[in-house]
């Protein structure tokens, strides 16, 4: 049975008693354990070109735009959607179903898409699960839990980047770019948009003839 929830955009909630649609997804999650077990998984997943085949060895399907990052665990690849240049932090699960087992032994599977769209960040060791939408730019702090259904989160909607992260960026643009701010220029780092305007400002600088 497929039913629409009202506040969930072309989105399909799907709910299943059935015992051989239980059994085919106890099997498709144990494949999908199994594989994430074998050794330098991990880092396959973060290679752009061989991601997509680690998710197809236990997925119909994956829905993963380019430049992304996935460095966390895709339950549901098939019904998640993954934006243009979109960030999974490390040890994020991002589950699109639940189990619940009554008393009388019934069992109701309940699955919904998630979608994050383009740049999104999804901080490390956070939970995101089934039916959200992240729009684009939206940033989850890390260690955070978004809670099934919840409706659309965007930049403005999410928590403002804190000191601890600005500083973080601006660590990793000296790391990566070799770009160093100042605590002040740290502290004005207000979104993705920003941050990549850092970069194009100070690459144009630097190969401007002096």
Same mark, same amino acid.
């Given at each position: 049975?497929?039913?629409?929830?009202?506040?969930?955009?072309? /989105? /399909?909630?799907? &709910?299943?008693?059935?015992?051989?649609?239980? @059994?085919?997804?106890?099997?498709?999650?144990?494949?999908?354990?199994?594989?994430?077990?074998?050794?330098?998984?991990?880092?396959?997943?973060?290679?752009?070109?061989?991601?997509?085949?680690? $998710?197809?060895?236990?997925?119909?399907?994956?829905?993963?735009?380019?430049?992304? &990052?996935?460095?966390?665990? $895709?339950?549901?690849?098939? !019904?998640?959607?993954?934006?243009?240049?979109?960030?999974?932090?490390?040890?994020?699960?991002?589950?699109?179903?639940?189990?619940?087992?009554?008393?009388?032994?019934?069992?109701?599977?309940?699955?919904?898409?998630?979608?994050?769209?383009?740049?999104?960040? !999804?901080?490390?060791?956070?939970?995101?699960?089934?039916?959200?939408?992240?729009?684009?730019?939206?940033? !989850?702090?890390?260690?955070?839990?978004?809670?099934?259904?919840?409706?659309?989160?965007?930049?403005?909607?999410?928590?403002?980047?804190?000191?601890?992260?600005? &500083?973080?960026?601006?660590?990793? &643009? /000296? @790391?990566?770019?070799?770009?160093?701010?100042? @605590?002040?220029?740290?502290?004005?780092?207000?979104?993705?948009?920003?941050?990549?305007?850092?970069?194009?400002?100070? !690459?144009?600088?630097?190969?401007?003839?002096?």
């Amino acid at each position: 049975m497929a039913v629409t929830s009202r506040g969930l955009s072309r /989105k /399909k909630i799907r &709910l299943s008693s059935s015992s051989m649609t239980h @059994n085919a997804s106890l099997c498709f999650y144990l494949r999908a354990r199994f594989v994430e077990s074998l050794p330098l998984v991990d880092a396959i997943q973060t290679i752009q070109g061989l991601r997509h085949l680690v $998710l197809l060895s236990y997925s119909r399907s994956t829905h993963l735009g380019f430049g992304g &990052l996935v460095a966390g665990y $895709l339950f549901d690849p098939d !019904i998640t959607d993954i934006g243009e240049g979109a960030i999974l932090g490390a040890g994020t699960f991002v589950v699109a179903h639940s189990l619940t087992v009554y008393p009388d032994g019934r069992r109701l599977l309940v699955t919904s898409p998630i979608r994050l769209a383009a740049r999104a960040v !999804i901080g490390g060791d956070s939970q995101v699960h089934a039916g959200v939408r992240i729009g684009s730019d939206a940033v !989850i702090e890390p260690a955070r839990y978004v809670a099934p259904f919840t409706p659309t989160l965007s930049a403005q909607d999410t928590a403002a980047w804190d000191s601890l992260a600005q &500083l973080g960026m601006a660590a990793d &643009l /000296k @790391n990566r770019y070799g770009i160093t701010l100042s @605590n002040q220029e740290s502290f004005r780092l207000r979104s993705m948009d920003h941050l990549r305007d850092v970069v194009r400002h100070t !690459i144009q600088v630097s190969s401007t003839p002096h």
